[in-house]
């Protein structure tokens, strides 16, 4: 009885230092589109907006903003670095709560200036930027100076997953956005990616060290795409997912070069896609019943428009892939976040995961 009770109370303290255990890295920071938005849009004059039911209906808060059911992939990842918050929208972030992180994605933005504007207001990858800009000078005077800032930073995790918008809110709507007469699949993925690095080189030069740069799913395979171009809605659109190829194997390039280029700093690839593929062609592996429509939604696909307000989603939502025209549900954004951070396959993240990242 003496050792039971011992065991007892020392599993007790266990417990009691993991919860009280600080976090891999002391910030986490994030850029990125409505995969990620935790409530940036919520004020704006945007079509781009999910702070309402159903949105958030398995989520504890209820609608914040999440284009999701309940949590987004960086709300796992934030939970496997150990941090007991989520990180905060721009929007919202105050005061020594920067010091953690801060959330600056924004629905409808991408990594071009012009993407996603019939959908009214939303911060681009270079606002994005400008606010994270904003942040370090917080930082700066809460630490005292641009050295204290400096070397908080480099010891934090910097996420970009920015793109899809680029494809599904630009190239892909020739009726509204002339890129594809102009570009090339080939072309439109560099002309992205020598945006992206600009942008990425300012985030360096304002402190960051540890990135991760995420690739773009499957849009083609969206409830949205297979509704519009799928002809049995069920097969993917080829074009569409050719053209992301295109541009996730540039962007993992980019991390190779940016890794030759600066001795300080770590860039690691998350292969989003290929994470995807295997939702797709396997998805009872995951207990997944439905691939090819969303869980809330109108029309063909529920893929029409995405969820309404006070709408009656799925009730199976863990047997959904898509919660939505576009978005996953919160089962598989928990895969794809825990397979971002320790990687099931050996492709899903290059050079190393998230977790190593973190301890770099």
Not at 97 to 126: C, D, H, M, W
Not at 190 to 213: C, E, H, M, P, W
Not at 246 to 259: D, G, R
Not at 305 to 316: A, D, K
């Amino acid at each position: 009885m003496a050792c039971a009770v011992a065991l007892v109370a020392l599993s007790c303290l266990s417990l009691a230092a993991v919860a009280l255990a600080e976090p891999q890295v002391p910030g986490y920071f994030i850029f990125g589109d409505s995969l990620v938005d935790n409530g940036n849009n919520n004020n704006i004059a945007s079509l781009a907006m999910a702070n309402y039911l159903p949105y958030g209906i398995d989520f504890p808060r209820g609608p914040t903003g999440r284009f999701c059911n309940g949590k987004t992939t960086v709300d796992v990842i934030a939970e496997l670095l150990g941090f007991r918050e989520y990180t905060p929208p721009f929007v919202r972030a105050r005061g020594r709560a920067v010091l953690k992180g801060v959330n600056y994605a924004s629905a409808a933005a991408g990594i071009r200036e012009e993407t996603g504007q019939q959908l009214g207001a939303r911060t681009p990858f270079s606002g994005q930027v400008r606010n994270f800009q904003t942040t370090v000078a917080q930082i700066t005077s809460i630490l005292g100076s641009e050295e204290a800032a400096a070397e908080h930073l480099r010891k934090c995790i910097f996420s970009i997953g920015l793109g899809s918008n680029d494809y599904l809110n630009n190239y892909f709507m020739p009726l509204i956005y002339s890129s594809s007469r102009r570009y090339t699949p080939e072309q439109w993925a560099d002309v992205l990616i020598r945006q992206y690095s600009r942008n990425v080189r300012t985030i360096y030069n304002y402190g960051a060290r540890k990135f991760v740069l995420i690739g773009v799913g499957q849009v083609g395979c969206s409830p949205s795409l297979l509704a519009q171009r799928s002809p049995d809605g069920k097969t993917c659109v080829a074009d569409v997912n050719n053209a992301i190829k295109i541009f996730n194997s540039k962007l993992k390039s980019l991390v190779k070069q940016n890794n030759r280029n600066y001795d300080d700093a770590k860039f690691i690839y998350i292969d989003i896609y290929g994470i995807f593929e295997d939702l797709i062609t396997k998805p009872g592996s995951y207990g997944l019943k439905v691939t090819n429509r969303g869980c809330c939604g109108v029309g063909r696909n529920n893929g029409q428009i995405t969820c309404l307000p006070l709408q009656t989603p799925c009730r199976n939502r863990k047997e959904y892939l898509f919660w939505d025209a576009f978005h996953p549900t919160e089962v598989v954004n928990t895969v794809v976040g825990e397979r971002s951070y320790k990687s099931e396959s050996s492709t899903d993240a290059y050079p190393f995961n998230i977790r190593r990242l973190a301890r770099a």
